[in-house]
């Protein structure tokens, strides 16, 4: 594994991407990543382990010219495989200990959690971050009931010591939101690929973080 893009192990903005919008949203991903982004994440339940390799190989390319982490949902080989910087968890995927041990102190390990409970019982098994989501209404994570709303970040982020990563229904004014309820980070998809420039709103969700009033976990 190679060294992470900070000291803490866990993202202020990771985008996630699937195996097409890896390769079809290229110019979106590298100019997100030159503008702030610090964690990709590529998360494809589809695709088989040729493809994922492919495409992990070629984030890992672009995430280590940017000094940015790169991160594979679920599959531990296709990690190791490229020298990922780490490993993030669905809340139904492997234990951490189980991950920690295939991959080593140095690497990342999140795990996804959708509720304030799950996400400080993952901090108490290991997990270097948390998501949690969805925090406002997303049409990608409506199969997981209703939003969250801040007030479960607060609470999570009160219960554990680890740093907590908001997904569901984030942009610059919700980044913002999270931020001051104590998320250190947040995680998007369709905000930053969707967008006319991509580089614009990176830059505006790492403003937004960085001017909320919490300090930095």
């Known amino acids: 594994m190679t060294a992470g893009a900070a000291t803490v192990r866990a993202p202020r903005v990771m985008l996630i991407v699937d195996v097409e919008e890896a390769a079809a949203r290229r110019g979106a991903v590298t100019a997100a990543l030159a503008a702030g982004v610090d964690a990709v994440q590529l998360r494809d339940r589809r695709a088989g382990g040729g493809a994922l390799f492919a495409a992990a190989r070629e984030l890992r390319t672009l995430t280590h010219a940017h000094g940015a982490a790169l991160l594979v949902n679920d599959r531990?080989?296709?990690?190791?495989?490229?020298a990922a910087d780490g490993?993030?968890?669905p809340a139904a995927s492997f234990p951490i200990a189980v991950a920690r041990r295939l991959l080593g102190a140095s690497a990342w390990i999140g795990r996804s959690t959708h509720a304030a409970g799950e996400a400080a019982r993952a901090a108490g098994e290991g997990a270097d971050y948390v998501i949690l989501g969805p925090v406002f209404p997303t049409p990608s994570k409506a199969s997981y009931g209703p939003p969250l709303g801040v007030a479960a970040i607060a609470e999570a982020a009160t219960r554990t010591e680890r740093p907590v990563i908001a997904i569901g229904g984030i942009d610059a004014a919700t980044a913002a939101a999270v931020?001051?309820?104590?998320?250190?980070?947040?995680?998007?998809?369709?905000?930053?690929?969707d967008a006319p420039d991509p580089?614009?709103?990176a830059r505006a969700l790492r403003t937004a973080l960085s001017d909320a009033k919490t300090e930095p976990r």
């Open 199 to 201: 580089a614009a709103v």
């Open 87 to 89: 490993i993030h968890l």
């Open 179 to 193: 931020r001051g309820a104590g998320a250190r980070g947040v995680a998007v998809v369709r905000a930053i690929l």
């Open 76 to 82: 531990i080989d296709v990690a190791l495989a490229v």
